[in-house]
């Protein structure tokens, strides 16, 4: 299990076979999800001080990080 919060299983949970299909089903999605994890990361990494950044720059990834987040939530509700 990932020490970073907001990962994917935890935002939501029980949707991993949803999820997986709809990955190698359609690879926007797939790119989506990368984009998740990778900007997740960032904030979880200017959170903890590993990788600091200015407010105004992980606010920003906060709500990048909410605007994919909605984009997985409605495709997932699509699928």
Same mark, same amino acid.
């Given at each position: 299990?990932? $020490?970073?919060?907001?990962?994917?299983?935890? =935002?939501?949970?029980?949707?991993? =076979?949803? &999820?997986? *299909?709809? *990955? #190698?089903?359609?690879?926007?999605?797939? @790119?989506?999800?990368? @984009?998740?994890? !990778? #900007? $997740?990361? /960032? #904030?979880?990494?200017? !959170?903890? $001080?590993?990788?600091? #950044?200015? /407010?105004?720059? =992980?606010? !920003?990834? @906060? *709500?990048? @990080?909410?605007? &994919? *987040?909605?984009? &997985?939530? /409605?495709?997932? %509700?699509? %699928?």
């Amino acid at each position: 299990m990932s $020490n970073t919060p907001h990962t994917l299983a935890d =935002e939501f949970p029980g949707a991993g =076979e949803a &999820i997986s *299909k709809l *990955k #190698v089903a359609d690879p926007d999605f797939a @790119r989506l999800l990368a @984009r998740y994890d !990778e #900007v $997740n990361d /960032q #904030v979880h990494l200017a !959170e903890t $001080n590993i990788a600091p #950044v200015d /407010q105004l720059t =992980e606010t !920003e990834l @906060r *709500k990048e @990080r909410l605007r &994919i *987040k909605d984009a &997985i939530s /409605q495709a997932l %509700s699509g %699928s």
